[in-house]
C-alpha cells in the first residue's frame, strides 16, 4: 500500500492574493464583527484584538499545539461587549475577509491519476490562524472527494512541523511512517517529512527553486 500526503496551501490551492501572513487584514474582520454586532466597541477595543490574534499567528509564535477557533476568538473578544454567540463572530469574522479560494488547475486531474494507479491520497494542512475547519472544507469543497483522509491541524491537535499528523495518516493505513511520501511547498513541510523520517518532494509553482516539481504533473513521472 502506497500512501501519498498533500499539503493544500501552496501546493493544491491558494487563497488568491493572500500572503502568507494574514495578520494586516485582521482588522477588516474584527470590524466587519464591529458592525454587525457590537456599535459600542472602540477602536483601541478592535485594536487590541488585532494585536491578540497576531499573537496566535504560528508564523509569528512559532507556536505548534493548535486551538480551536472558539477558544482563540472567546479569548481576543474578551473585553468587547459583544452580544451575540462566538460563533456568530467566528462566521462573520470570516466572510468579512471576503476569501477567494483557487484550486490549482493540476490538483483535482492529478490526484484521480493516482487514485486510479492504486494510491492512497491523505492530505495535512494547517489552518489559516483561527479558521474552524467546517469554514476552511467550504472553501475547498472540491478537493474533498479526492482525498481518502483528511488532517488538518484541528484534526491532528498540531500543526506542522509536528508530525503528528503523519502518524496518524500512517497509523489509519497500517503503514510504517517512514514509508509515507509528503508534498509540499514551504520549508515547515520539510521539516515535518524530516521529523517523520519520511519522503519528501517539494513543490515550486514560481519555478524559482531548484530540485523542485514545478506542477503536479511532474510528480507523475516521479
Not at 118 to 130: H, Q
Request: glycine share 6%; charged share 30%.
Amino acid at each position: 500500500m502506497k500512501v501519498v500526503v498533500f499539503d493544500l496551501g501552496g501546493t493544491l490551492m491558494q487563497y488568491k492574493g493572500m500572503p502568507d501572513s494574514w495578520v494586516d487584514f485582521y482588522k477588516t474582520g474584527f470590524e466587519a464583527i464591529h458592525q454587525k454586532y457590537d456599535d459600542n466597541a472602540t477602536e483601541e477595543a478592535i485594536e487590541k484584538s488585532v494585536q491578540m490574534l497576531a499573537e496566535f499567528n504560528p508564523r509569528l509564535s512559532g507556536r505548534e499545539i493548535e486551538y480551536s477557533a472558539e477558544f482563540i476568538f472567546t479569548k481576543v473578544l474578551e473585553h468587547w461587549c459583544v452580544t451575540t454567540t462566538i460563533q456568530n463572530c467566528i462566521e462573520t469574522f470570516w466572510d468579512g475577509l471576503k476569501l477567494k479560494a483557487e484550486i490549482y488547475s493540476d490538483s483535482i486531474d492529478v490526484l484521480q491519476k493516482l487514485k486510479e494507479k492504486g494510491y492512497i491520497i491523505a492530505t495535512l494542512t494547517d489552518l489559516p490562524n483561527a479558521m474552524p475547519d467546517e469554514i476552511f472544507k467550504r472553501d475547498i469543497s472540491e478537493l474533498l472527494d479526492c482525498f481518502d483522509y483528511y488532517v488538518s491541524s484541528s484534526v491532528a491537535g498540531y500543526r506542522k512541523p509536528n508530525c503528528r499528523g503523519l502518524e496518524m495518516i500512517a497509523e489509519r493505513y497500517g503503514v510504517p511512517i517512514t514509508e509515507l511520501v509528503f508534498i509540499g511547498d514551504e520549508e515547515k513541510d520539510r521539516k515535518t517529512a524530516t521529523n517523520a523520517n519520511c519522503k519528501f518532494i517539494q513543490i515550486d509553482r514560481t519555478k524559482s527553486k531548484t530540485g523542485c516539481i514545478g506542477n503536479l504533473y511532474e510528480l507523475l513521472d516521479l
